[in-house]
């Protein structure tokens, strides 16, 4: 199947500094890109959504000023968690589709774990 | 909100068939059936989907009923690596529509 990939990984960082993810679309371009969070023991919560070419559409309660999404071609799509917080410490995980293709599967990365001290 | 009802956990004995239940009630005509999981500390995994046939691919199967009310996942011989949450999710055919996760059932294959 198609593959996402995240980078980094995981990510320690200290609180008030901003930090970036990127998603990558290795094989496939997918216009739009969803980020996703997940605290522990819970499930993916959608954060917003990341339209190439175009502003990100946020989720109710996500601060699109601390959390900027850059969609900047078919295949990459980033999160900057801006002034990051402990409370902000979390598994931030990206997905896409195939452009153009319905009643397909969605692919996701591999996940990003960030942590903020 | 998810569409979905699953059990929280269950567990499987390894070597045996592990099949996961998932209610779907309200499930429009457009909306396809998915399943993914989750291994810890790892991004979903595509599992398997379908409208109303039964399908089946090299992971797993999946039975879903005639009035497509529900649904069951299949592992036909569930090993260790197969522990993980399972989520059923129930989406239309938008390829704009994002992917709405449940709590999902948490598997535990048992040596």
């Known amino acids: 199947g198609a593959v996402v990939s995240q980078h980094p990984s995981w990510v320690i960082c200290k609180s008030g500094t901003s930090v970036k993810i990127e998603c990558r679309s290795l094989?496939?371009?997918?216009?739009?890109m969803f980020w996703y969070r997940q605290f522990p023991k819970q499930s993916l919560m959608l954060m917003a959504t990341s339209n190439e070419g175009s502003k990100a559409t946020y989720e109710q309660g996500v601060e699109k000023d601390k959390f900027l999404i850059n969609h900047a071609s078919l295949t990459l799509s980033t999160l900057t968690v801006t002034s990051a917080h402990p409370e902000d410490s979390s598994f931030y995980i990206c997905?896409?589709?195939?452009?153009?293709?319905?009643?397909?599967?969605?692919?996701f990365g591999q996940g990003t774990r960030l942590t903020v001290v | 909100d998810a569409k979905t009802t699953q059990p929280p956990s269950m567990d499987c004995a390894e070597g045996r068939a592990a099949n996961l239940p998932c209610n779907h009630s309200?499930?429009?005509?457009?909306?396809?059936v998915y399943w993914y999981r989750q291994i810890h500390s790892q991004g979903p995994q595509y599992i398997i989907h379908?409208?109303?046939n039964n399908e089946t691919n090299e992971m797993a199967s999946l039975i879903i009923t005639e009035d497509r009310k529900s649904s069951t996942l299949i592992l036909p011989h569930a090993t260790l690596r197969d522990t993980a949450v399972y989520y059923c999710i129930v989406r239309p055919d938008n390829y704009g529509q994002n992917f709405v996760f449940g709590p999902g059932t948490r598997l535990s294959v048992l040596p």
């Open positions: 379908g409208l109303k």
């Open positions: 094989d496939f371009q997918a216009t739009t």
């Open positions: 997905s896409a589709r195939t452009d153009g293709a319905l009643n397909t599967e969605a692919f």
């Open positions: 309200t499930i429009s005509g457009n909306e396809y």
